[in-house]
């Protein structure tokens, strides 16, 4: 690598460059951007190390671009309640450690970027996914930077609980989240049990973005909205939220695979379309609470896009326009405890053309069982 970066100097300048190399610099630098890197993506055949371009990555040792940068070293209070989560202005509050500029260690092997350990490929993988995600939302639905700021990706944060002089670190149950308020994004590194991992799952980032989207389509990124008296009301928005999140992964991936490539445990539950309804859901055996209702507005909406003659991408613009529409609604209902799917569904509804509408029924009211998708909310 070094002797590469020197051919065609002369003996003083390569000691100089040399010894540059080695204290200041480590590697080689890439030309660019565009930069490329070998790295494990999904692709149309799965998993696999594949050499990708980035179209908005401006500086691969820091893993930073137009788009965000990578955090690393970053230790999470696990005792912030959720008032400390979702106000930035106490970010410090939540984050013990606030993070710290990543560090790429890689070769260069002509002009492409070589990861040279599990933690540079992954911090490349996961602004990867970020671009790939990112662009999709920008090319096929419209939205631009503007829309959501630049972001922070945590990669692999630990979470210390700090009680009478006793600190304990840890890692959470959770593969990844996205944190209203904060904006922020955490990808954990989670267990050895891991297929493809988390950190460098294309899904679980597609995923994650959704949250993003959701919080600022239907949150306009002020967390006091999602505040109820209501635990039923509560349940029924965060089982929307996470379904789209989980139709979102689909439609930007083009896969329903991507979950069980990392984690056969989560695909049993979440891969599309599951196996139960509303009405079959108590004996289902599917154990996420909210995410398990959110997987039957997911498997309907997964149906729409694969049955119709809309692409999954115009599917995708629906549901993302009725994000917004179903706001007023929740406002009303929230603290009544009479807040529920339904409100989405008739929102979603209402943007279709009505030679579309009765199909578009059946297949709701077939996951959500008659009954459970009233008569009010446009069904022809
Ligand atoms: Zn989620």
Known sequence: MI??????????????FCICTVICCGHKKPNGPPYQAHIVASTPS???????????????????????????????????????????????????ESGKTVSLDYDIKGNVIYPKNF????????????????????????????????????????????????????????????????????????????????TMNFGVLAHEFSHSVFDMKFGRKDTTVYESESLISQDELSGINEGLADFFSYVVTGSVSEFGASLETVAKERTLPVSWTYSTLASSGCEGSYYCKGSILASALYEIATTGNRSAAEVGKIAFEAMSDFRNDWEVEKNNSTFDYNYYIGRFLARVDESQKGDYCTIFQK????????????CP
């Not at 670190?169 to 990844?176: C, D, I, Q, R, S």
């Open 3 to 16: 002797r590469e970066s020197l051919q065609g100097l002369s003996f003083g300048l390569s000691i100089f």
């Open 46 to 96: 799965g998993y696999q190390l594949v050499t990708v371009e980035f179209q908005t990555l401006t500086d691969p040792d820091a893993v930073r671009g137009t788009l965000g940068e990578v955090l690393g070293d970053a230790v999470v209070n696990a005792l912030a309640d959720d008032t400390d989560i979702i106000d930035p202005s106490r970010r410090s509050n939540v984050y013990v």
């Open 119 to 198: 933690d540079s490929m992954a911090l490349l993988a996961m602004y990867y996914n970020f671009e790939r995600t990112f662009e999709f939302w920008r090319e096929k639905l419209g939205l631009t930077l503007a829309d959501f700021g630049q972001s922070r990706l945590f990669y692999a944060p630990r979470m210390r609980v700090s009680e009478n002089g006793t600190v304990l670190e840890g890692t959470l149950k959770v593969n990844a989240a996205f944190v209203p308020g904060l904006r922020d994004f955490w990808f954990f590194k989670t267990s050895r049990l891991e297929g493809i991992p988390i």
């Open 367 to 378: 996951w959500f069982d008659s009954g459970r998708v009233r008569d009010n909310i446009g």
